[in-house]
């Protein structure tokens, strides 16, 4: 019989941190209600860099996970926050100077464009997916590389669109359209109504690339195709841009130049009826006295159909890769399992009330789905997602693209005018295919 010389590798790696876990350790960690395969070692102490929450609840929940981690462990964790456009070049930095955080919760692939300055961890995560029914495919595409992992999946943020019910109606529509035409003369009527729609055209991180890659992948355009090759320049390319013209034109003024927190604001504020945002804006609405009647308002919907005639949506991934710099990887890797032990990995599901949704099956029965119906949209993200490389693989190129926000770029071109439906494709085309050689 053969046997796989990574896998070998492997198990001798999970046994051996098996065979040091102190006497301490252990008493620690059962007494808070955990087997852990992994132990710190001595004198660790470690820093995470994370991005900003939008949902209280969700930092609540995982600084107490953290609590109870170094209460079990005596290992102390430092949480450094930056906000969702910043994590991305701080982490690029860190792994590349080889100092800094010692791990990072990232968007989407970014672990790909330094893979090599990342810690292997496919024992933790091969241990984590058997123990708790495997991971999403989706997300699984976001920490794995040629076989083995360079990063935890962590959650993917599911993406929703969120309109007033009242505002709806008064334009005429009593239920929400399906599809791409119906949205459209939704939004017009919205706008002919003084109560506007409007989505990012700008460099966000979550709400413009959710946006861009749905106006693009609902008309059935790709950036590129199975085999890689760059597939930006067809017609289904040209339509999503002539669609998202026209939608352009029913929004508030501005749109061109909005980041991931000026939707929300937006929509807090009574500047527009409609966008698509994770399900923290309809909590932020709800905890702030002054728009309580507001958050009562709100509905949630799957983004519409478009002539490709299915779901197609981009939902916001987040992973925690820990850097080869780390002085201490076996607390890291310890943290990790500490966090994903269905104590600890339900009350941080449970207290995100909906807005992160898990990257392992097991988490898939948590309450939190069917406590009320405005979760319901988000529920199946994990199960739901296509990767942004779609339809090639996941890598270093697709990681640049959405880095670059090509997609994004190329539609506020066309929409604003700065260029032509023609040109704004050619100049996609021309930087796609500077990474994708």
């Known amino acids: 019989m053969s046997i796989d010389r990574r896998k070998l590798l492997q198990g001798g790696a999970v046994l051996a941190a098996g065979a040091v876990l102190s006497t301490p350790f252990v008493r620690r960690a059962q007494a808070q209600g955990a087997a852990m395969t992994f132990t710190p070692e001595q004198g660790a102490s470690l820093r995470l860099l994370r991005w900003v929450p939008f949902v209280k609840g969700e930092e609540d929940a995982w600084n107490a996970n953290t609590k109870a981690f170094t209460d079990a462990t005596g290992v102390e964790v430092r949480i450094d926050q930056e906000s969702w456009e910043d994590v991305r070049p701080k982490a690029a930095v860190a792994a590349n100077v080889g100092s800094g955080p010692d791990m990072v919760m990232s968007w989407f692939d970014d672990p790909f464009q330094y893979p090599d300055k990342l810690v292997d961890v496919t024992d933790l995560c091969t241990m984590l997916g058997e123990k708790n029914g495997g991971w999403y495919d989706g997300l699984r595409g976001y920490g794995e590389q ?37 949205f459209l003369k939704l939004c017009a009527a919205l706008k002919e109504k003084g109560t506007p729609a409007g989505f990012p055209f700008g460099k966000a991180v979550g709400d413009g690339n959710n946006f861009a890659h749905w106006l693009l992948w609902s008309h059935g355009g ?37 980041l991931d927190i000026n939707n929300n604001r937006a929509f807090l504020s009574g500047d527009i009826s409609l966008t698509a945002n994770g399900v923290s804006l309809y909590y932020a609405a709800l905890k702030d006295e ?15 159909i478009g002539p490709v005639g299915k779901s197609v949506e981009l939902h916001q991934t987040s992973t925690i890769s820990i850097f080869q710099h780390c002085k201490f990887p076996n607390a890291a890797k310890a943290y990790l399992e500490w966090m994903y032990q ?11 009330s909906a807005y992160c949704c898990q990257a392992l099956k097991a988490f898939a029965d948590n309450p939190v789905w069917t406590s009320n119906p405005i979760h319901a949209p988000y529920a199946k993200a994990s199960e739901s997602l296509r990767p942004n490389g779609y339809a090639g693989p996941l890598g270093p190129a697709s990681a640049g693209v959405m880095a670059d926000y090509v997609l994004v770029d190329m539609f506020a071109e066309a929409v604003t005018g700065q260029r032509s439906t023609e040109d704004a494709i050619k100049n996609a085309e021309r930087r796609i295919a500077r990474y994708y050689r």
């Open 290 to 304: 002054a728009t309580k009647a507001l958050a009562e308002d709100i509905r949630t919907s799957n983004l519409p």
């Open 222 to 258: 790709q950036t590129v195709n199975e085999a890689g090759e760059v597939a930006i320049n067809t017609p289904e390319t040209a339509a999503a841009i002539e669609y998202a013209k026209q939608l352009y034109a029913t929004f508030i003024p501005g749109t061109e130049s909005w």
């Open 342 to 352: 269905p104590n600890q990995m339900n009350a941080w599901l449970t207290g995100a």
């Open 146 to 182: 040629d076989g083995r992992f360079i990063s935890t999946p962590l959650c993917a943020i599911g993406n929703a669109i969120c309109y007033r019910d009242s505002h709806m109606k008064a334009a005429g529509f009593e239920e929400f359209p399906t599809d791409t035409d119906g």
